[in-house]
């Protein structure tokens, strides 16, 4: 057992404790850890490892993979599709998941959280807008509150409606986010927190792809890390083929972060947030060029919409972040995570050594 900043790494394998190889591929069947955190211990899972909700792309099957595989599923709200939501409460088949929401999309429709809050979620996260009118139904449900916040604004936000979970995510992420970068954002998200709401706990979000992203976000101060570009390149992930071919054909340099996905598709999001996507045809041509996309909407948003549906990677919106240069196989979702653990467990004991002490 490894004891570094009051994250305990138990090595569950065959062979003798405190004996951890990374190159030994034979061991990889056999040695299975468990990173325990403070987020493990208050939701009861083996492996601080949390899937985003991303929206159209985390159903209840990938949701429930994650938390079959010792972590913590998430099922993407999106913008308040409730028959979608019932099939995908579905899908997941009774594993114990959660659901996070795009705020300012859930406040049109306040409805919708009382009819998910039906299927007794472990959790649900809000995003990209104000958490107060929602935290006391969920609490009332037995469901844990998570944060996912852009910047210290938001932090404090959280910290005020006693967030169980705050879940800081850096620019790096896939999809819609903001300016910080993760590096910085993590260690001044925990001061802030172990100075004001030192019960509150901490996930890093944003380019974290494998093991060495979870142990450095663990270093850092965070309890844990949610996860989407990695898994957003699954099996089990709501993805067209083309779109997960695509993922494997770029590297990290190969997103930016801007708005033409929101105006074809005729989504008003609130200032200050853009959408990471992959550079394609689509963002060759309108990223720049705003106004006049917006001047073209008759005709370029069906357009936009069919290269979706066609899982056409070149004309669309294709929504991973830079994690995708850290991506070179669409796998089952519990090797994912598994394979996750097991890197960050040997940088653990590499970087850390197996005699410090827990300051917990």
């Not at 409805?111 to 104000?130: E, Y």
């Not at 006391?136 to 944060?147: L, M, P, Q, S």
């Not at 970068?181 to 004001?196: K, W």
Request: with cysteine; proline share 3%; net charge negative.
């Amino acid at each position: 057992m490894v004891l570094m900043r009051g994250i305990v790494v138990h090595e569950n394998s065959s062979e003798k404790k405190g004996e951890i190889r990374s190159n030994a591929p034979n061991r990889e069947r056999s040695f299975m850890p468990t990173l325990s955190t403070r987020l493990t211990r208050l939701l009861d899972l083996r492996h601080p490892v949390v899937s985003a909700p991303m929206a159209f792309a985390g159903g209840g099957a990938l949701a429930a993979a994650v938390s079959r595989a010792g972590g913590l599923g998430l099922i993407g709200g999106g913008y308040g599709d409730a028959s979608w939501l019932e099939e995908q409460f579905a899908a997941a088949a009774g594993a114990r998941v959660g659901v996070g929401f795009i705020t300012w999309s859930l406040r049109k429709s306040m409805s919708l959280l009382t009819d998910v809050l039906r299927h007794r979620p472990a959790a649900v996260m809000l995003s990209f807008g104000d958490p107060r009118p929602f935290v006391d139904e969920i609490r009332a449900a037995g469901a844990r509150v998570f944060c996912q916040c852009q910047d210290m604004g938001h932090v404090m936000d959280a910290v005020d409606v006693e967030a169980d979970v705050v879940v800081v995510q850096g620019a790096e992420a896939g999809g819609h986010g903001a300016l910080r970068g993760t590096l910085s954002f993590v260690p001044e998200a925990a001061d802030y927190l172990a100075a004001n709401a030192p019960d509150t706990v901490l996930l890093a979000a944003g380019g974290i792809g494998d093991g060495r992203g979870l142990a450095a976000s663990l270093l850092l101060g965070a309890d844990g890390v949610l996860v989407g570009t990695r898994l957003w390149a699954s099996k089990e992930a709501l993805v067209s083929g083309g779109h997960h071919l695509a993922i494997l054909e770029t590297d990290g340099d190969g997103t930016l972060r801007t708005t033409v996905a929101d105006i074809a598709r005729r989504i008003a999001w609130p200032r200050g947030f853009t959408a990471r996507i992959r550079r394609n045809a689509f963002t060759d041509r309108w990223h720049g060029r705003e106004d006049e996309l917006e001047r073209n909407l008759a005709v370029e948003g069906p357009r936009y919409r069919q290269a979706f549906v066609a899982g056409d990677a070149e004309n669309t919106g294709v929504w991973f972040g830079e994690a995708a240069g850290l991506v070179d196989s669409i796998d089952p979702a519990a090797e994912i995570v598994e394979r996750m653990v097991r890197e960050a467990s040997v940088q653990l004991a590499r970087h850390g050594g197996a005699k410090i002490v827990s300051l917990d």
